[in-house]
């Protein structure tokens, strides 16, 4: 890497570090998080891809156990949280996290499933109008669901799928080729389903700019948030995409496998033309145990529910979610931006060729994510680290990603993580 100029904000040493935590207003969120203790000494930076358990998790699972073991299914009514109606706890720290009104949001399912579900409601292709426009390489069940519903509606992805490609020697894409592309195919695309944040290179995109620019040219547009969310500050209702959805696991830290998001813009909050795959937990709660043979859609994005959730599951969210709020989103992107800009400033300090940041340096382009590629050393070097107690992870082929996740990581840690990453790569 070229050696750039020392930003004032930032300095070389330990001390810069440990001075850095004692200033920030949000340290005392790190101790109620369960940082992982093997191997001792460790560094986790791995918040992109499974966030750390909430201290407080275990007292919210076990209040429903409890509650579950004392009433079995009188819980549904008279649980402290009845688990009937337990989802709606979620929903106003949910709109909040997303900037959405709550009419908008949903926790259900999980990621896939979701994006199913919006698709089979939003993804409407005409002879005329067929094309899905994706990222290249955008995450692999995003491509077989978009490639799918493509199939399933009788087109070919050959020529119904268009993939935003980088130009020949770069690896970011370009907001002009993206908005070019709307501009002059904006009548062939049925949908625009972008990532906020690209899983691999951690380039986050334009969203209020592509859905403008999208409606402007009568496509529908869907995001994939699930490396945005809780990463980086979101307005989805002033943006206006048509849907968008993530999941709880990455940086909102539900867990394995947790129930994830769903976002319908309110415009179509009461379109019951829309086709769309029911169950029923998306009928009328009034009405819902009558048993009726006839689905109602309930408004906004509960209407799309299929399934009562897991109340576990919705738990250990819940206890992320009372962290989030209680910290503000506006706070944690502040801190992140610092932390992932000290990240880069220490790296940018070694001067060996053998590696570089994939991720756009402008704060605006990118959240706590850095893909750092190193094409040399390949995954043997995501074990090295490993090793000595660094937990990132490796993309194939050559990508090594972080991420300091500023509600339970630390200047320390990035100090850290860069000693022993620049001890390693030489
Ligand atoms: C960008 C992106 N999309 C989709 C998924 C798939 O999520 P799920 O297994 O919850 O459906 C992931 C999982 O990591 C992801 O990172």
Redesign the pocket.
């Known amino acids: 890497m070229t050696k750039i100029e020392l930003q004032p904000e930032f300095q070389l040493g330990e001390d810069f570090a440990i001075e850095m935590d004692h200033r920030d207003p949000l340290k005392g969120y790190r101790s109620r998080f369960l940082l992982p203790k093997t191997p001792a000494d460790s560094v986790y930076l791995c918040g992109h ?1 499974l966030g750390l358990q909430p201290e407080s998790a275990a007292i919210y699972v076990a209040q429903e156990l409890k509650d579950w073991a004392e009433l079995g299914v009188e819980g549904h009514f008279h649980a402290k949280n009845p688990w009937m109606p337990y989802h709606r706890l979620l929903t106003e720290q949910t709109a909040e996290l997303v900037g959405a009104k709550p009419l908008e949001v949903v926790v259900m399912n ?6 199913h579900l919006m698709m089979v409601s939003f993804y409407r292709p005409t002879k005329e109008r067929h094309k899905i426009v994706v990222e290249r390489g ?5 491509q077989y ?1 978009v490639q799918s519903q493509i199939r399933f509606h009788g087109f070919d992805p050959v020529t119904s799928l268009i993939e935003l490609t980088p130009r020949p020697g770069e690896s970011l894409l370009r907001d002009e080729d993206i908005e070019l592309l709307i501009e002059r195919q904006g009548d062939e695309i049925a949908l625009i389903m972008l ?1 906020g ?3 691999a290179t951690g380039q986050a995109f334009d969203m209020a700019r592509i859905t403008c620019l999208g409606h402007e040219r009568g496509c529908v547009v869907g995001f ?1 948030l ?2 945005a969310a809780g990463n980086l500050v979101l307005k989805l209702h002033e943006w206006g995409p048509d849907f968008a ?1 993530w ?1 709880s ?2 940086y909102l830290n539900g867990g394995p ?1 947790c129930v ?1 998001g769903c976002f319908v813009h309110e415009r179509h909050a009461r379109s019951w033309e829309l086709p769309r795959f029911a169950g029923w937990w998306g009928h009328d709660e009034e009405s819902r145990f009558e048993m009726g043979p006839d689905f109602r859609a309930m408004s906004g994005a509960d209407g799309w529910q299929l399934s009562n959730p897991s109340i576990v599951s919705l738990a250990v969210l819940r206890a992320s979610m009372d962290v989030f709020h209680e910290a503000g989103m506006e706070s944690l992107r502040a801190k992140s931006v610092s932390l992932t800009g000290y990240l880069e400033f220490l790296l940018n300090q070694n001067e060996s060729r053998s590696f570089s940041i994939v991720t756009p340096h402008e704060k605006e382009r990118r959240g706590a994510q850095l893909s750092i590629r190193v094409p040399e050393h390949g995954r043997a070097l995501c074990e090295r680290l490993a090793h000595q107690g660094i937990i990132g992870d490796w993309r194939e082929p050559d990508t090594f990603r972080v991420a300091p996740v500023p509600l339970y990581n630390s200047y320390l840690d990035v100090f850290r993580f860069v000693q022993r990453f620049s001890a390693t790569i030489g």
């Open positions: 891809s999980s990621l896939t499933v979701n994006l955008a995450f692999p069940s995003d669901a990532g944040v690209n899983y994939d699930a490396h959805v999941c696991y990455k496998g994830a």
